[in-house]
């Protein structure tokens, strides 16, 4: 066994990296010279290049990298073991440096290419790699002659330093910090067996502010506020690091939840679904599905079966690039599901738990559905059908209609001592709060360790820590009001005028939701809604439609910000009525007297 050393590393980003937009306008400016292996136009060399270009300082570790992508959210490609092993073969590559971390980094030389290393990061547990900007083509089973490990963030210029001036990459010309594994590799097995005792160190500390930037054991960084002062900030990663195994990037490494499984009932007489052939789909879908189910099947999140019941399956994109999900249909099954009445929470009660608090910080469950079990014996009805044969799930399912009353019942149980205390919950949206740095740091905490008890886990980049704004259902909280999301009243102003009752109906629907927000709505949309009255698909749209139309738009725009309820001060409640509806509006004074309207209400009147 080889011995492994321990390498020191000053993680500098000598460069303010809270500027994403002109960092991100940078990459993309930049044109690789060649299309080697991670020399994309977002790999590490077009990175170091364009920032030198710019002026800027290099940086120098694989951390800094990562942290820079996730800032920026550029997009990224995958590609399998075989894939790379192309790579490989097509460029002449015949050495590989690991990191020894779950995602790894890895240089090749390319020979006769002025010993210009190109750069990857290898995910040990599931055997992919990263190449930034690089996509192959047909693979191959190359394995490279020898491989180098190191069990730290990888030092690449001193490595970089070293190849230069010798030459090659040989166990003589190797930094001390590097040891050679003599054996070569095959399929990777070799390289996990020695990767047992080792762990990457879970932050990185930054140049110019000084605070440590925390990531997860997959490499992505832990969003949390850079409005908090560095004592702030050293509580807040100290405490994360107490709980960074909850932490997670790929469905693949998701638990499931000490929680009693749940129960899918149906009706009853109910018959028997169809057992549903499956789906025709195209080569490429085939090799998507592939991949999803085995996925799944290694995270036991789905097994095989025989049942007579056979939804079929299909796979989708996300709007993630070169991102795919499992989806089935669930309609027959949902015919002849038992209807769970479990209550969603109302959205002014989660926002009205929220007022007054200074510090927010979102959890996000990964594929939340997916951490909850299933009863054994109820598992056979969650059976579905692909063209690679029939499986079901041992967890709580995406499509099934109880699926979201379920999850909502377990969660409010699960943490129930802290619901609109400290925590809200909306399905697989949880939200801890506080209205001082120490409560919302104690009240954090307390919801982590239910977390950790129940065996749950994050979506690393989904979660977000002591913020001073949160979304939430459409909606941005802050400690001085309540306003709507701007991409949601983007989408109304930039609605098209209607044509149809249908379009029609959609718009006032939208707006509607933000009604609390707008004075007078009901009033204002009047001449709208009377557009939607009969069966007439078309309607003729006249200058008092245009009007209302114009005005709700307007209003969304300039009169959003609610303030907060205080139970402590004078409310002042104003109403109005007119021939087509009723309004109100509640106001309440400042510290200077001023009154700030807290919530309007309107209703139209019915004709007769």
């Known amino acids: 066994m080889s011995k492994i050393i321990k390498i020191n590393d000053d993680h500098n980003i000598k460069i303010d990296i809270k500027d994403s937009n002109t960092i991100k306008s940078i990459f993309e400016s930049y044109k690789p010279g060649e299309n080697v292996a991670g020399d994309g136009n977002y790999g590490i060399y077009a990175v170091c290049n364009a920032l030198n270009d710019n002026k800027l300082n290099k940086i120098t570790s694989i951390a800094d990298i990562l942290q ?5 959210q550029l997009p990224n490609y995958w590609m399998s073991d075989d894939e790379l092993a192309a790579i490989a073969d097509y460029y002449n590559h015949d050495n590989y440096i690991y990191n020894d971390t779950n995602k790894t980094a890895i240089i090749y030389q390319k020979k006769n290419y002025n010993n210009r290393p190109a750069i990857v990061l290898y995910n040990v547990n599931n055997n992919t790699h990263w190449v930034p900007g690089t996509r192959t083509d047909k693979p191959s089973n190359k394995i490279p002659h020898k491989h180098i490990i190191i069990n730290d963030v990888l030092p690449l210029q001193k490595l970089i330093n070293n190849i230069k001036k010798n030459n090659s990459i040989s166990n003589d010309t ?19 067996s020695v990767n047992t005792y080792t762990k990457i160190s879970n ?14 054991n ?16 050293k509580k807040v990663v100290e405490l994360l690091k107490k709980f960074i195994h909850l932490f997670t990037t790929d469905t693949s490494y998701i638990k499931c939840a000490n929680i009693d499984p749940c129960e899918i009932k149906l009706k009853q007489n109910y018959t028997d679904p169809k057992f549903n052939a499956p789906r025709r789909v195209s080569p490429q879908q085939r090799e998507e599905l592939k991949i ?30 070169g991102s795919y999900r499992l989806v089935v249909s669930y309609k027959e099954l949902n015919d002849r599901v038992e209807t769970d009445q479990y209550p969603l929470p109302r959205t002014t009660d989660l926002l009205r738990a929220l007022e007054g608090s200074k510090y927010f910080s979102s959890l996000d469950l990964n594929s939340g559905f997916f951490q909850l079990p299933v009863k054994e014996e109820d598992q056979d009805k969650l059976a579905f059908t692909s063209c690679h044969g029939l499986f079901t799930f041992t967890r709580i399912p995406q499509g099934l209609k109880v699926s979201s009353s379920i999850f909502q019942r377990k969660l409010n149980e699960a943490f129930s001592e802290l619901l609109y205390k400290s925590l809200v919950i909306y399905i697989d949206d949880l939200a801890s709060y506080g209205k001082d740095f120490e409560q919302a740091l104690n009240n954090l905490n307390n919801a982590l360790l239910i977390m950790d008890k129940l065996n749950f886990s994050l979506k690393t980049s989904k979660c977000f820590f002591f913020n001073n704004k949160i979304e939430l259902l459409g909606h941005i909280i802050t400690r001085e009001g309540i306003k709507p999301m701007d991409k949601n009243t983007k989408a109304i102003t930039e609605f098209k005028q209607p044509t149809t009752q249908k379009e029609v109906r959609s718009f006032i629907g939208m707006c509607s939701y933000y009604r609390k927000h707008v004075k007078d709505f009901a009033k204002i949309a009047h001449p709208l809604t009377e557009l939607i009255k009969g069966d007439n698909k078309k309607i003729d749209w006249q200058i008092e439609h245009e009007e209302s139309f114009k005005k709700l738009k307007q209003y969304l725009i300039s009169e959003p910000l609610l303030k907060h309820f205080d139970d402590d001060k004078h409310v002042f409640l104003t109403t109005d009525a ?9 106001e309440q004074p400042d510290n200077n007297n001023i009154l700030h309207p807290v919530g309007y209400a309107s209703r139209k009147l019915l004709a007769n």
Do not use: C, M, W
């Open 68 to 72: 820079l992508f996730n800032i920026t």
């Open 174 to 192: 190797l930094p001390n910090d590097f040891i050679d594994i003599k054996k070569p590799l095959n399929n990777n097995n070799n390289i996990k």
């Open 203 to 216: 932050t990185i500390t930054n140049n110019y502010d000084d605070k440590e930037t925390l990531i997860d």
């Open 218 to 233: 997959e490499g992505t960084v832990i969003n949390i506020s850079q409005h908090l002062d560095k004592y702030q900030h």
């Open 292 to 321: 999803q189910l085995d996925k799944l099947l290694n995270a036991n999140i789905i097994r095989p079966i025989t049942s007579k019941f056979a939804a079929p399956a299909f796979s989708v994109k996300k709007k993630e690039k």
């Open 578 to 586: 007119s021939i087509t509806g009723l309004g109100a509006y509640i």
